[in-house]
């Protein structure tokens, strides 16, 4: 099939899932990266009601410029909401001593930005009766690249079942912008940080690593230190994608 027909049956796909919900609209996080962009226009297309959330967070000025970019192409409303000051708030009232956005190498300060991001994404859901978007991809689902409680947050996935390298193919498609498409993925959890260097592997290396793993055909790899390596960032996230345990009473 190609990434157009895909495109195509994704639209069909979010128009359904929102109706089946009696849902009146989608709301979605616009980060100014590839996936936001892609999940932004196909909601768009899908449901008239598309509104778009920029949740800048000590963010960089490019990546709001870059989601308004798209956010006014395909014609989605969107609102700007700076967050940073929230984020200040909190990390003082917790004794946090780092402010102010510098929370590199600090985990568990930098997935708060994730998570207050997903808080205002189901105030303005609950408000207008909207369904929230998620925008993660199979490669960073399959791996644990998400924050529990954040990004990972949402009503339904449209991209949850294409790889990165496939996320670029629809992008090209629906005629996200070049310098979209161009440039280093980045969750944006601290001041240059880039996912590929965070997660230690190419999107190219892993989505064939992964393929190769789904399909039972991981022995055709000569690097046998990265199929350990990500056969293990998938063991270790097991938990973020299972159902929560809950104890049955016999």
Known sequence: MTHKRYADKIVEWIREVVEDAGAGGVVVGMSGGIDSSVTSVLCKKAVQNTLGLILPIYS??????DAISVAEQFKIDYKEIDLSLVLDELCRSIGER???????????SSNLKPRFRMITLYYFANKNNYLVAGTSNKSELAIGYFTK?????????????FYKTEVYDLARNLGIPRKIIDKA???????????????????????????GLEQSKDRRFTDTKKVEYVKELVKRSEHKRR????????
């Open 60 to 65: 960089r000025e490019e990546d709001k410029m």
């Open 98 to 108: 780092r402010s102010e956005g510098d929370l590199r190498g600090n985990m568990a």
């Open 149 to 161: 409680y954040g990004d990972s947050g949402a009503d339904f996935e449209p991209l949850g079942d």
């Open 185 to 211: 993925p980045s969750a944006g959890l601290w001041s240059g940080q880039t996912d590929e260097e965070e997660v230690g592997i190419s999107y190219e290396e892993l989505d064939e690593i992964l393929y």
């Open 243 to 250: 159902a929560l345990p809950t104890f049955k009473k016999l």
